[in-house]
């Protein structure tokens, strides 16, 4: 089940991939557990086509876009708004035609937009600076060569030609009259955006607010802000946990030459814009006729079957009636993340409301033992609270990497019981030590 035999383009395939989101799980985990196959490790079937899965940390919606292609309904809950957001693109029906035609339209306002700054202009002219010198200085692949035979004192060398770029860089900022930073750093945009990008960033969602149609418009949010989080001013090594902001050139380890931080946004929004197109189109040929439904709530509390009603009364019918089949989740591993953080960018720019307070286990709380008894008690109530609206004989799956041992409490606070337990190496991990193993489990749940 470590599921290595995948390409990365398959575990990200068509949506799975509008946008990035920190812990979340691959889609051939989901349908490994969804679908209705059997294995060696997989004795039984516990879900079938027309039955309604809840997961009631949804996180960016990878089990309700899987539960879709399997012919199966879903419920997906998320403290968070721009969780919820995420994943209702995903999942959501959208005019490709209407969509592509707004984009032509954004595009042209971009450039108006750009024509009297001077960044555009600054950053083609920096470029071509650029390959000059690391064609020079850094030429590929002599100089990784010569690294790594210990040729060249990579840290010396590298820290002398910085030096020497900079002089280059400063005289076109000077140039140009280029302005890097705003002088307020109150905010994250003004501390992690160059004052070009943030301006254009500022710019469009200024224009994202103003379109009427609301699912186009969360469609254009999730691409600026996938374009916000590749523009911010931070060294490649560092997009997933910022450290420092970046203002100007400086000596990459990950690519090893002199690079720089982003001046404009056009790049990545062009290039977002074609690939979330392209996404949605792909994902459209492969949809079923099934409802999925995203409600911004806590589940600890949250009255599932009120919520689903007011987006899609049919559905809530069926819970009504039938029940939920039962859970597919990976519940927030404690301590690990802060989940609002991650995208402080998309809730400035778009003035979301944010709920850091009622995320269960976030990083900011940390791992003490106190923390701790608090997890233990909120997954088992999210869990009671899910119960009332399963069906008899519900199957429960919960994917964590339990190292404090604290899912037996939970089952038994929740009046469940552990019946199965899958480990799985998880070897295809962005920016970790694959030398080092790391397993996770899939707790199977069922009712004491």
Same mark, same amino acid.
């Given at each position: 089940?470590?599921?290595d035999?995948y390409?990365?383009?398959?575990?990200t395939?068509?949506?799975?991939?509008?946008?990035p989101?920190k812990?979340?799980?691959?889609?051939?985990?989901?349908?490994y557990?969804?679908?209705?196959?059997?294995d060696?490790?997989?004795?039984?079937?516990?879900?079938?086509k027309g039955?309604i899965v809840?997961?009631?940390f949804?996180?960016s919606?990878t089990?309700l876009v899987?539960a879709?292609e399997l012919g199966?309904?879903?419920?997906?809950?998320?403290?968070?708004?721009?969780n919820v957001?995420?994943?209702e693109?995903?999942?959501?029906k959208?005019?490709l035609?209407?969509?592509?035609?707004i984009?032509?339209?954004?595009?042209?306002?971009?450039?108006e937009?750009?024509?009297n700054?001077?960044?555009?202009?600054?950053?083609?002219?920096?470029?071509?600076?650029?390959?000059k010198f690391?064609?020079?200085?850094?030429?590929?692949?002599e100089?990784?060569?010569?690294?790594?035979?210990?040729?060249?004192?990579?840290?010396k060398? %590298? @820290?002398?030609?910085?030096?020497?770029?900079?002089?280059?860089? *400063? +005289? !076109?900022?000077?140039?140009?009259q280029i302005?890097?930073?705003s002088h307020?750093?109150?905010?994250f945009?003004d501390?992690w955006?160059?004052?070009?990008v943030?301006e254009?960033?500022?710019?469009?969602?200024r224009?994202?607010?103003?379109?009427?149609?609301?699912e186009?418009?969360?469609?254009l949010?999730?691409?600026?802000?996938r374009?916000a989080r590749s523009?911010?001013?931070?060294t490649?090594a560092?997009?997933?946990?910022?450290r420092?902001?970046?203002?100007?050139?400086?000596?990459?380890?990950?690519?090893?030459k002199?690079?720089?931080?982003i001046?404009s946004? %056009? @790049?990545?929004?062009?290039?977002?814009?074609?690939d979330?197109? *392209? +996404? !949605?189109r792909?994902f459209?040929?492969?949809?079923?006729d099934?409802?999925?439904v995203?409600?911004?709530g806590?589940?600890r509390?949250?009255?599932?079957?009120?919520?689903?009603?007011?987006?899609n009364?049919?559905l809530?019918e069926?819970?009504?009636?039938?029940?939920?089949r039962?859970?597919f989740?990976?519940?927030?591993y404690?301590?690990?993340i802060?989940?609002?953080?991650?995208?402080?960018?998309a809730?400035?720019?778009?003035?979301?409301e944010?709920r850091?307070?009622?995320?269960?286990?976030s990083?900011?709380?940390?791992?003490?033992?106190e923390?701790?008894? %608090?997890y233990i008690q909120?997954?088992?109530?999210?869990?009671?609270?899910c119960?009332k609206?399963?069906?008899?004989?519900?199957d429960?799956?919960?994917v964590?990497?339990d190292?404090?041992?604290?899912?037996?409490?939970?089952?038994?606070?929740?009046?469940m019981?552990?019946?199965?337990?899958?480990?799985?190496?998880v070897?295809n991990?962005?920016?970790?030590?694959?030398?080092?193993?790391y397993?996770?489990?899939?707790?199977?749940?069922?009712?004491?």
């Amino acid at each position: 089940m470590s599921f290595d035999q995948y390409k990365e383009s398959e575990r990200t395939k068509h949506v799975h991939r509008l946008h990035p989101y920190k812990g979340k799980f691959i889609p051939q985990l989901v349908e490994y557990f969804l679908d209705s196959h059997t294995d060696e490790f997989k004795k039984e079937v516990c879900f079938q086509k027309g039955d309604i899965v809840l997961d009631p940390f949804c996180g960016s919606g990878t089990t309700l876009v899987q539960a879709n292609e399997l012919g199966m309904h879903a419920v997906g809950i998320d403290i968070s708004y721009f969780n919820v957001l995420i994943s209702e693109v995903k999942v959501g029906k959208h005019d490709l035609f209407s969509l592509s035609n707004i984009i032509r339209s954004m595009d042209w306002r971009l450039s108006e937009f750009q024509r009297n700054r001077k960044n555009v202009d600054f950053e083609n002219h920096l470029n071509e600076e650029l390959t000059k010198f690391n064609n020079r200085y850094f030429p590929s692949p002599e100089y990784k060569i010569r690294v790594s035979k210990g040729q060249i004192d990579e840290d010396k060398y %590298a @820290k002398e030609k910085e030096q020497e770029f900079i002089c280059i860089f *400063n +005289r !076109l900022v000077r140039e140009y009259q280029i302005k890097l930073q705003s002088h307020q750093k109150g905010t994250f945009l003004d501390k992690w955006f160059l004052e070009p990008v943030r301006e254009e960033l500022v710019f469009l969602s200024r224009e994202i607010k103003s379109i009427h149609n609301e699912e186009l418009r969360k469609v254009l949010i999730l691409i600026l802000s996938r374009t916000a989080r590749s523009c911010r001013a931070t060294t490649h090594a560092d997009l997933a946990t910022l450290r420092e902001p970046v203002t100007t050139t400086y000596y990459c380890k990950k690519h090893r030459k002199i690079c720089k931080p982003i001046f404009s946004i %056009a @790049k990545w929004w062009d290039y977002y814009t074609r690939d979330t197109l *392209n +996404r !949605l189109r792909e994902f459209e040929s492969l949809r079923t006729d099934t409802a999925q439904v995203c409600i911004v709530g806590d589940s600890r509390t949250v009255d599932i079957y009120q919520e689903v009603r007011k987006k899609n009364q049919n559905l809530a019918e069926v819970i009504l009636k039938k029940g939920i089949r039962g859970i597919f989740s990976s519940p927030p591993y404690i301590g690990l993340i802060d989940y609002h953080e991650q995208h402080a960018y998309a809730y400035e720019l778009f003035g979301f409301e944010r709920r850091d307070e009622l995320e269960i286990g976030s990083m900011s709380r940390g791992q003490g033992e106190e923390e701790r008894k %608090a997890y233990i008690q909120d997954i088992a109530r999210v869990l009671i609270n899910c119960k009332k609206y399963l069906q008899k004989g519900y199957d429960v799956f919960l994917v964590a990497n339990d190292k404090f041992n604290l899912y037996p409490k939970i089952a038994d606070l929740a009046g469940m019981k552990i019946v199965n337990i899958y480990k799985r190496p998880v070897l295809n991990r962005v920016e970790k030590d694959r030398d080092n193993p790391y397993f996770e489990s899939i707790f199977h749940l069922k009712e004491k």
